[in-house]
T-cell receptor, first 115, second 110 residues
């Protein structure tokens, strides 16, 4: 089946640090990947849609200069949380699908804690 | 906009059957997903319904009524490991945007 790898799984760092999270589709090519954020006891909130070779599409209220997305190849998308602050602490999850009308397959998520 | 409603919590007994309901209101509806999410983990795919009716996959079945904006996930022969959150999600629009409900936290008790 479709496998999505995400790392690191956990990051703890000081306020002001920039953190990069990688999302890879291991056995399929993904022209589109998705980045979600989930706060405790809340639903998955779509942050942005990452498009290979073009700019990401951000959801309303998500700062594109704060959350930099790069989708340089058909198997890799990265999310960089720039100058992270404690309020950015959350569970970040990426996903990819193999095609239109296909389910999204999720990475294992990255738990980000900013001190 | 998108609106998805599902119960926040349910409790059921090991070996029993439980039905988790989901109602939705969305434009450009393509289909409905169900995902399972254990605490602290990423969601895993359970089912995807595009057409009306019931689809069975082992102990899990999912039903969709497009005209009523209604779906349910049916879990049979409940096991303790089924304790998790179950997320209902709509796929809508030409860009196939997926929107998740808040999830139903199911607790299976002995």
């Amino acid at each position: 089946g479709a496998v999505v790898s995400q790392h690191p799984s956990r990051v703890i760092c000081k306020s002001g640090t920039s953190v990069k999270i990688e999302c890879r589709s291991l056995d399929f090519q993904a022209t589109t990947m998705f980045w979600y954020r989930q706060f405790p006891k809340q639903s998955l909130m779509l942050m942005a849609t990452s498009n290979e070779g073009s700019k990401a599409t951000y959801e309303q209220g998500v700062e594109k200069d704060k959350f930099l997305i790069n989708h340089a190849s058909l198997t890799l998308s990265t999310l960089t949380v720039t100058s992270a602050h404690p309020e950015d602490s959350s569970f970040y999850i990426c996903s990819a699908r193999t095609g239109i009308n296909q389910p999204q397959h999720f990475g294992d998520g990255t738990r980000l804690s900013i001190l | 906009g998108q609106n998805i409603d599902q119960p926040t919590e349910m409790t059921a007994t090991e070996g029993a059957i439980v039905q988790i309901n989901c109602t939705y209101q969305t434009s450009g509806f393509n289909g409905l997903f169900w995902y399972q999410q254990h605490a602290g983990e990423a969601p895993t795919f359970l089912s995807y319904n595009v057409l009306d009716g019931l689809e069975e996959k082992g102990r899990f079945s999912s039903f969709l009524s497009r005209s009523k904006g209604y779906s349910y996930l049916l879990l049979k022969e409940l096991q303790m490991k089924d304790s998790a959150s179950y997320l209902c999600a709509t796929n809508s629009g030409g860009y196939q945007k997926v929107t998740f409900g808040i999830g139903t936290k199911l607790q299976v008790i002995p």
